[in-house]
């Protein structure tokens, strides 16, 4: 049974830094595209940032480019998500996601996903 567990997240100041890692078992994770979503309350799954196979290739939504960082450690299964400057509007649940296919950054497009992580940032 393939299961995908978050950790990493807590409340943070803003402009304080987390990282989060997504640890993967019971499946073949060097075969997975492997994506970041949030989502805070009333909205729904947003894209964060993807890497390809082999973590040769990364993709990031607009309003964390240049702040957020994904890489993956495929001798370790687990995918992360380094978060620097911080801010309010960060504020969400957390989710990694597997797909099978190729890379994307559309939520329905994913195969597996994890149960998530809480991330708050203050003011």
Do not use: H
């Not at 402009?15 to 890692?21: A, E, I, Q, V």
């Not at 997975?32 to 989502?39: D, K, P, V």
């Not at 996601?97 to 890379?103: G, Q, S, T, Y």
């Amino acid at each position: 049974q393939k299961q995908f567990v978050e950790s990493g997240g807590a409340l943070v100041q803003a402009g304080g830094s987390l990282r989060l890692s997504c640890a993967v078992s019971g499946g073949t994770f060097g075969s997975y595209f492997m994506g970041w979503f949030r989502q805070s309350p009333g909205n729904t799954y947003e894209f964060v940032a993807a890497i390809t196979r082999a973590g040769g290739n990364q993709y990031y939504a607009d309003s964390v480019k240049g702040r957020f960082t994904i890489s993956r450690d495929n001798a370790k299964n687990t995918v992360y998500l380094e978060m620097n400057r911080l801010k309010p509007e960060d504020t969400a649940v957390y989710y990694c996601a597997a797909r099978i296919l190729e890379i994307s950054t559309r939520a329905g497009e994913y195969n597996y996903w994890g149960l998530g992580t809480q991330v708050t940032v203050s003011s």
